[in-house]
């Protein structure tokens, strides 16, 4: 089976140190030492692009710039690259995003892929004019995506809900192809919506073992209503030529974590009511020690970001071991990041992919010709840094 890898755009900035944000996190403006800027956000895009990336992720909340709009203009500066776009059901009809999808199909020649995020902070729906609590939360998410999948079917859709009502909603337009719908959430009602709704179901990176348990979870629900979900990986990422140069870069990020900001970030964190961001919490349980929780995946990054906070940190040829590990328990897309995000594709990039290409995991998205002619080659190329 061939993998599938997806990079990260840095949409709240981005630095050789990790830039903080996410679930919890009580931010200002987009920080970093480089802006995200439309033009270095499509350095990152171009290079992902090149290197054998589907797509790119980006967020959405508060703390980073729109997701839309960013990629909507980044796009235009792109060929190949899909993008992974981060929405969360609360601010805009379901009829809406619909037409949305579709007209973001037709400009980027289909290179939309959707993320819904329910929301997992009261504070900051309420900031957006939400005040449902969580349960709510899933439950209208449930009902959105009802209503978009039946649009995007060419359904006429009229639907009255708990929280919401359409009547003889349709579009004019179908979005060709319909965007696959990715969806990530650890409660017991976000794994049901997932069973229900998805195309691709996404985990934080947890010790193999828990990863297990959720894909079986889900995979049990999906089938009950006939279904059949993928399984996706978010992940930061910290390769190098040797596992010693990784973990001394590792080392390194850690060095740059002030106590103080350590501290305020897991107060912050410890209120969010994501049942994701709670098991990602309990991986470090706030403290610099011990963050190996599993060979080669690391929990350093949770310290100070919201959100996903592991890492696969090792040489090229372990890195693509633990990619291995996960795939062997269904796995079958990993989201990517890592600081500085342009740096890292190169590195992931140029030192993974071709590895995982010589095991017979991944090919090149344009290594084969119209005719069905062989893969060309990856020059496997280890830049100078």
Known sequence: MNLTFHWFLPTSGDSRHVVGGGHGVRTGAAGGDRPPTVGYLSQIARAAEDLGFT??????????????????????????????????????SPTL???????????TGGRLLVNVVTGGESREQRAYGDFLDKDGRYERTDEFLHIVRGLWAGERV?????????EEAELTRLPDPAPPVYFGGSSPLALRVAARHVDVYLTWGEPPAAVAGKIARVRELAEAHGRRVRFGIRLHVITRDTAEQAWAEARRLLDGFAPETVRAVQEGLARSESEGQRRMLALHGGGTDGLEIH??????????????????????????????????????????????HLEEAYWFGEGVLPRLAARGLWSHPVARGAGGQPALEVPFVAAAR
């Open 55 to 92: 797509g790119a992720l980006t967020p959405t909340g508060a703390w980073c710039e729109d997701a839309w709009l960013t990629t909507a203009m980044v796009s235009q500066r792109t060929e190949r690259l899909k993008f992974l776009v981060a929405f969360r059901p609360d601010g805009v």
């Open 97 to 107: 995003a619909a037409q949305m999808a579709s007209t973001y199909q037709r400009h």
């Open 158 to 166: 009229t639907r009255t809900g708990k929280h919401l009502r359409v």
């Open 295 to 340: 060979p080669n995946l690391w929990a350093g990054i949770g310290l100070v970001r919201g959100g996903a906070g592991t890492a696969l940190v090792g040489s090229h040829e372990e890195v693509a071991d633990r990619i291995e590990e996960y795939h062997a328990l269904g796995i079958e897309e990993f989201v990517l990041s890592g600081y500085p």
